[in-house]
Nanobody, 114 residues
Framework: VRLVESGGGLAQAGGSLRLSCAAS????????MGWYRQVPGKQRELVAT???????NYADSVKGRFTISRDSAKNTVTLQMDSLKPEDTAVYYC?????????WGQGTQVTVSS
């Protein structure tokens, strides 16, 4: 299984970035797919998840600003990040979770300047 993220980078506060993740090497239609983030010295935290049925879940800190979407036919999940804040700066990881296993991408850096 391989998860490849793209779309990270530098943005100004109030700006937008879009992260994409492509999954390969397995069947993901029944998996929850999502995004997590981590800053140095802190635990990795959930940002947003999307179930196979289309239900979504967001961290309170990103509700109303971030939107997760998935394309089960293409095994992709995206995270549209709007109204970015400096505290959104982190390494963002794509995640897919099935009944017996969990896989992570390599991470992509997002930096938001004030």
């Amino acid at each position: 299984v391989r998860l490849v993220e793209s779309g990270g980078g530098l943005a100004q506060a109030g700006g937008s970035l879009r992260l994409s993740c492509a999954a390969s090497g397995g069947i993901f239609s029944a998996n929850v797919m999502g995004w997590y983030r981590q800053v140095p010295g802190k635990q990795r935290e959930l940002v947003a998840t999307a179930t196979p049925g289309g239900s979504t879940n967001y961290a309170d800190s990103v509700k109303g600003r971030f939107t997760i979407s998935r394309d089960s036919a293409k095994n992709t999940v995206t995270l549209q990040m709007d109204s970015l804040k400096p505290e959104d700066t982190a390494v963002y990881y794509c995640n897919t979770r099935g009944s017996t296993s969990t896989f992570w991408g390599q991470g992509t850096q997002v930096t938001v300047s004030s």
